[in-house]
């Protein structure tokens, strides 16, 4: 199953195996309710018996309001840096790493920027399992040293696909890996993690959706996961109607917007990729992150580093430390600010800590130190 669909690559296509869940099933039972992190909602994730289950108190993330420049709108905050790692990262992994203990792995094995890899190392360290994460050359020094003391085998560079490839040809390593298999490979039960930021909207929003959903998108597994998780709810009958799902990219990093623009459905991978928002730096996305802005009659918006930057900023001054990725999702949502309408909610995913970036600190100056002899405030001027 880590292949894709065998019929379809009987056929010369790649595709992935998707989870199918028994929404027959769905319930939100008490003692559903008083399970350990997302496996409250157990019963609309794969089934996994509760010796398996791993879990480090993820999900369950606050709403908050934040503004966004526009009186009348409102726009509210899906903070996932409250999650174990600090990152939205948690979820799928939480998920992943509890199918490998599953299905018997002892080893499992990731590629990742950062905030992915340090979610599989800080899992895996709870399952006990052996984690190798090949890393981006220029992952940031905090994430790489988060890995290592989680446990986790950490390579920088080398041609990451392949050397994950030759792991899993093995047959004894979990491939924590993105959902779809471009690189002949795939993880299809990452996704149904995702899929809990949606439950968890719905119950937030008192058994109600927003109107849109801004999504930071690099690979796209968590855009259409969270997409899943709504219409799934709607397939429940639980919603009504669905949000839009708003694919939110930077200039450097665009292969959904160039994709979206053509009215295509298969993005094309780009040569290259320059952004500060490093976490969604993908030469390509796949193409059921298309399919969630297609299916939803959503959109896909970029924004440059600038823009990045200044919305990061902006957050900041609110209380809130998040990652340049996350910042994208305001970038990109402030451009459209003037489309709402009365009564609208739209809801950002903040996907990560700054803490674990570089870009608060890169122009960092020390304050001054004084010396004890400095006992009058208005010496500070103050």
Known sequence: MFYGCPACRAKGRVAPLEVACDLGAATLSANHREALGLWRWSSLLPRVRTESRVSLGEGATPLLPIACGRDGLRVLLKNETANPTWSWKDRPNCVSVSMAREFGFR???????????????????????NCVVFCHAVAPESQLALMISYGARV????????????????????????????????????????????????????????DRVFVPAGSGDGIYGVWKGFRELHKLGWITNAPRMIACQAFGADSAFRAFQKKSHHAEALDSTSTVALSIAERIIGDHALRAVYESDGSVLTCSDEEILEAQRVLMRQGF????????????????????????????????AAVKWGTVSANFEMPRLWGPDVADIADLAL
């Open 155 to 210: 390579i920088r560079g080398g041609d990451q696909e392949k050397l994950l490839k030759q792991l899993l040809e093995r047959g004894d390593h979990y491939p924590c890996s993105i959902f779809c298999p471009r690189a002949g490979y795939s993880n299809p039960f990452g996704i149904e993690g995702f899929k809990t930021i949606a439950f968890e909207l719905y119950e937030q929003l008192d058994h109600s959706v927003p």
């Open 107 to 129: 080893r499992t094995v990731a590629i990742s920027t950062g905030n992915h890899g340090c979610a599989a190392a800080a899992y895996s360290a709870a399952a006990a399992a």
């Open 321 to 352: 430390a998040l990652e340049p990725a996350s910042a994208a999702a305001v970038a990109c949502l402030q451009q459209v600010a003037s489309e709402w309408s009365r009564g609208e909610t739209w809801v950002v995913i903040g996907s990560g």
